[in-house]
C-alpha cells in the first residue's frame, strides 16, 4: 500500500497507547503483524514519511513566521498553498484553521470545517477513535479561532497571589523569588453557574481558573501533611523524575518504587526533582473530594468509569511539574501550593513539545504565544480540550486532576454561543 498507511499508523501509534504496545510487543515481527491487520505499508513509505513529515514542518515554520511578522496575507496564502501540496496533512490542516480563524476569515473557517466534518476528506487514512480524536483537536482548534476574547484573559493582581506563610497544610511554601511569573493572563472567576461556566468558557475551549469550588472538599483536611502521611504513608507509589512523567505515563514506562512516607520525607532533596503523578487510585482519595457541576456529563463526554481511571492524584516539591503535553479536557484542582502553567492554544506545532520547562519558568523572555498564570491553592483550573500544557511548581503542591474527555461537535456548540448559526 502507501503513505497513507504510513501516516495512519504514525497517528494511531502517538494516539493509542494499547496499540503502540502491542506492535512493539511484536518486535521482528512488527511489520508483519501491522500488514495483518491491515496497516500495509513498508520500510521505504514510512522512511518517505518521515521525510514528508519534515517538509510538511518546514511549510508550516513559513506560515508561522509570516503570522508573526504580522504579514497576516502572506501568512493565509503561504498556510493555503501548503495544504494544497499535503492535502492530507495533519498538522498543516489543523494550522490552517488556527490561521483562518487569526486571520479573522471566519466565513472561510465555517465553510471548511463544515466540509471537514461532513465527510471527513481530509481524513480518509484515519479510522474510527482516531478520527474522533483528529476532529476533536480541529473542534478545539476552531474555537480558538473563532472566539478571541481578551475579556477571558484578564490578568490577576501578582502582587498580592503568593503565599503569606512558610507552610500551608503542613507543606512548604518557600518559593524562589525568580520564579514567580511576571505575567498571569487566564481569566478568574469565583464560582461560575453551570450555565455561565459553560458559554464563557467549555463552548468557547477557554483556559480558566475557578475559585470557590473546593471549599467543602474533605482533602483540605485530610491532605494536610500529617493526616495524609497518617492514611497513606505505608502506600506503595511510583515516583518519576519529573519532566519525564507524562512520556512514562504513556508509554508505560515502569519507574522508582518507593513508600508515600519516604517519598515525602526525600522529595525536596533529591537531585532529580520527583513528582507523584498518579500516585493513588481514585477510589483511594474518591471521600476528599467531589468534582464540581461544571464538569459533569453529558457536557464533558468521558463516562464515570473512564473517569476513576483518569484520575492523577499528584503530589511533588518546589521545581517538579510535567513537560508540555496535550489531551481531552480536563479539571485539575490544587489543594495546596502554588503552581505555574504553560499554555499554548491546540494548533502549537510540536517545536514545544521539547522544551526546558525549568528553564522556562526562570526566564523573563517567554515567547508571546506562550500564554502563563499561576494557580494559588484552593483553585481550579480547567483544562480545554487539547490545549498543550506544562506545569511548573512553585512550591510543594498537593492536588488532584481528572480527564473529562471532549465537547460532543465543539464548533456546533460554539457556533450557538456566539450565536453565529
Ligand atoms: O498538575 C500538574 O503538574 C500537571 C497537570 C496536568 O497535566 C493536567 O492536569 O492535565
Ligand atoms: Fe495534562
Redesign the pocket.
Known sequence: MSIQAARAFHERAFSDNEFRRAVEAKGREGLQFLNDIGYAFDVEHWRKLQQTLKEEQAEAALTIENLSQGDITAALNASRNSLAKFPLSWQLLDLHVAVLGHCGAHAECKTFLRELYADHPRLVYLDGPQRQRALDILGATFAFALAQNPELQKARDLATAGPTAPTAGGWSMTLKAEVWPDRHQVAVVACPTVEDFAARFAYRNRPVLLQGLTDDWSAKDTWRRDPFLKTHGQTTVQVHPARD??ENLRTGQPTEQMLMSDYATQMSARGDVP?I?KGLDSAAIAADFDEPDQFAAPLFSNAVEKRHERT?F?L?PAG???GF?Q?VA???A?VYGY?I?FFIPPHAIQRYRNANITALAFSDDVPEEIIKCVQCQGEV?F?PQYWH?????LTD?I?V???IGTIDNLPQRLRDALSLA
Open positions: 512523567v507524562v513528582y503523578f492523577f499528584y511533588g517538579s511539574g510535567v503535553h489531551h480536563a479539571w485539575n490544587l503552581k502553567w483550573l483544562v500544557h506544562a506545569t511548573y511548581n503542591c492536588g486532576a481528572r480527564e
